[in-house]
């Protein structure tokens, strides 16, 4: 006996529960950490995890980018190399601030005024705690890999709230304020009234909707001209209240028309698109020719206005497709009109607040939202006879990227970083970089083309405070580097000793000496934008100031509550854990949309400090969509949480699909494509169900060194072959970050391995315990298995464990306790035989080509046929399939096969009339005619007129000559046989049935039931049976024409033709007309 006992497997993978156990497992083992100490003297590989916001849990699609993560992390991890392990949590700005909103009830900045910033800035801080661990937990059960907590049960994760990577972010603005990049602006600036602060440009990007808004046509009468206007359309109308100007084309023609006594200008091309028919043209002039003139504005009453010059202006950006050719210039509320009134000095109202209300000055619609604005517009416009025309339009308009509110443009003071004197820098910095996919590089180059100065300020409460005191006496903006700097220069050093956490309100209360004039100076209210809290982490979370700058740690170790917790912000793994021996980073990951934003912000702050780029390679994803291609919504039908997600499909079928996803394409996820991989994902089980089967029985012979791989049948030298070229391709596909080629290869490799080689190889599997070949496969299968746990680990840690646990501790005890433990496979060049690979891809592409001939022919492959004809694609081809003649006629269950050289074995003639000759020339007689030409052998006649022969046929007792071109000559299927055709081979199978033949295939089917009795029975596979039979006519003469091969098939040691005693496990069974009663009894 083998004293072997792998554990068995029922049939079917319960993936939520085997995680479960799996997970148990490695805490109860330490397993992770166990992996560390085996890394920890090794060389290392850097990743950087983009922090995921800790304002709700993780999504599914969340879990897709992270899976990456973890993934290629793990396979670095096996091929050798020391990892930082260490996960982000993003935790300040807009992202948690309108959700702690949403939670209290708020509705406006003015809410969390009245709530008091202290009480609201915990909040903040609560709930960014609280989805963190949440999170964690998630990301736990993904199987996703990092230090999650240290010894203490502190979490290990980096924080980008905690004072060190503030710290770091003073430290890169005081860099920019020593390059002169620093400055603020006065410009009109893209606005959330419901937040109440700006956006910069790089959050605006994707945030545009398509979205039905009221626009009008309103008319300008010209200056000291009666009946004359200006024609002018606006999708805004809000804005009408902060008109300046009127902005034409200096180059294009407009046209004068008349329509009911009142002379309108507008581009002469637009003119029939926007006035009834009736309008009648009468002029045309330059747009240069109108430029200059006075107009009244269209609400030139209101208080805002009443001092307004106004004129029109020339503009080439004025379009000709839409609209009258005349813009309505407001450069209070756009940028591209602040931009054209700081050109030509136009005057500037900005007619809104921070809210989003009219200001007093704006008359009757003073105090009125401007969501709500759009009626009291109207009415205002209608009121002074200056409205033309009313109606909806639907346009792409850019919303909030947080709260989702419609923004609108509001001219405001903000901080900004200039970018001219970076962007050649970045653009070199950038070209370095290995980007996945390619494309990714060519969008950052194009961002970093066009990006403009950094919006670095936000008007709210909880983030980074920008480091920025303005002095009220001289005017000198102050910027502070560090929290020691700011002790040193503090007005009251014990109120910075004091400080709870470097955040609102808490640090406004302190005042620093101005450098200049040495008066006291207070720090401005804004914070920083959240891309500055996630772009310092390749710099803050590797100790790049305390190496850089001398700093011994920061001010946080000794103060507040939070104080451990917020140590995680550096990574730790060893004495060796610098920021030069983990810098740059060798990966990072995150969907395409982080090239302008987290990706972005990295590069900027990396080339101001260090003049590099943070990473060497990047990795971009596209969206992630429903089943059916629709985008997820939180709240819709088809949301999915990561909690059902785990609990209904498991986290390994989830990684699986990630995995699986097309880089460059949107992928869709969801519950039908997971039940497809767990049907794929099956089969690997199934493979190993049936080496557990028999390598469980008593006569199997143990696992152990058997035969050297190339001594060994050639069915195992191919399978060896063929794993090691999936080894190989999975060790470069992976070191190119392409996870997607991986799945599919292996799947294919899983493919092959079930329906090839296990069938192949099931009779060496019946054979004796001691037979040479018997242990060959159990020990060539083992070893495949095996391989596989460990090939899948990155992508399928928790079946990678349960694959290797069920098979390794019971052959070797010394051997790595987990699969994440062991080295990843490498390929082995000497088992790989190209020339084996290839005869035995001919072999299965006949095989297939076979079967589908038998298919057209509606032919089972339990029935024998006669005779198989190949025409092979080229000579060697030919030389394979004469060598391997016995497999390909036991695959195919037939009894010769003939290589042919030529389709004329295949191919016979079909000869029809060509009815257009044959119409006028035999009227009544063609049916006669036609009748006489079937009767003729097509074959011999198709050779003849082929040739170019006059065909001669008897009709009535009258000769008729038909010429060639009277008739049609066609290539069929010679009779009797199915032909396909493919991969350069041609086919077919003799679809001839004799009476021997029906009686073996009667006596296979036969077989087949009895197989199916002993599973029902719940009989072992080596289990022998007495065999209990009642049939009549053709079958019983198959029965017992056959009675030895049914004996050996079945393990049958009896075979009895009587009926079937009742304590026998029976069934009934029907072939065809035949019908029978079978039993079988141990």
Known sequence: ?????????????????????????????????????QLADRPTWSFIDGPITANNAMGVHHAWGRTYKDMYCRYKAMKGFNQRWQNGFDCQGLWVEVEVERALGFDSKRDIETYGLAEFSRACRA????YAERITRQSIRMGHWMQWYHEDGHPASYFT?????????WHFLKACDDRKWLHRGHRSMPWCWRCGTSLSQHELVDSYQEQTDPSCFFRCRVGGREDEYFLVWTTTPWTLTANTALALHPEAEYAKAVLDGAHYYLMKTLVETVLPPEAEVV???KGEDLIGLPFHGPLEDLPAQREVNRATVPWDMVSDEEG???VHIAPGCGAEDYQLGQELDLDIIVPIDENGYFTDDIGPLAATHVRDSAESVRRELESRGVLFRWEDYTHRYPFCWRCKTPLVFRLADEWFISADEIRAPMKRAAATVQWVPEYSGLLMQDWLDNMGDWCISRRRFWGLPLPFYCCGHCGHINVIGSTAELRERAVDPALVDDLPELHRPWIDEIEITCERCGQSASRVTE???????????PFSTVNYLPEHRGIEGTIRSERGPEAERDKAGVASTGPESTWESWSPADWITEMREQIRLWFYSQLFMSVTLYDRSPFKAVLTYEEMRDENGEPFSKSGDNAIAVEDATARMGADVMRWQYASAPLNMVFRFGYGPAEEVTRKMLRLWNVYAFFVTYANLPDCPPISASAPATDRSELDRWVLSRLHQLIRHCNDRLDHFDSATVVRETERFIDVLSTWYVRRSRRRFWKSGDDADKQSAIQTLYEVLVTMSRLIAPILPFSAEELYRSLVPPVDASAPESVHLCPYPEASGELIDQDLMDDMDDLMQVIELGRSARNDARMKVRQPAFRLLVKPATARQGITIERLRAQVLEELNVKELDLVDSDDAFRGFAVKP??????PRFGKRLNAVREALEALDGDETGALVAGGEVLTLEVDGERVNLSPDELEVERVDAEGLSVTSDFGWTVAIDTTVTRDLLLEGLMRDFVRHVQNLRKEAD????????????AEGDLAEAIDTHADYIRTETLSTVLRDEPVPGDVHSGELKLGEHVARIGVLK
């Open 283 to 285: 002029e045309t002039v």
């Open 914 to 919: 060509v009815f257009s000759k044959w119409g």
């Open 161 to 169: 709230l905690d004072d060190n990577n503030i710290e770091h972010i």
């Open 527 to 537: 914070v920083g934008d959240c891309w500055l809290d996630a772009g310092i982490v």
């Open 324 to 326: 009258t050719g005349i």
């Open 127 to 130: 709930r960014v705690d609280e």
């Open 1 to 37: 006996m083998s004293g072997q006992m792998f554990k068995p497997f029922d049939g079917k993978m319960e993936y939520p529960a085997m995680e479960e156990r799996i997970l148990a497992w490695w805490a109860e083992h330490r397993i992770f950490d166990k992996l560390r100490a």
């Open 1019 to 1030: 009989f072992n596979v080596d289990d022998r049976i007495t065999l209990y039979y009642e």
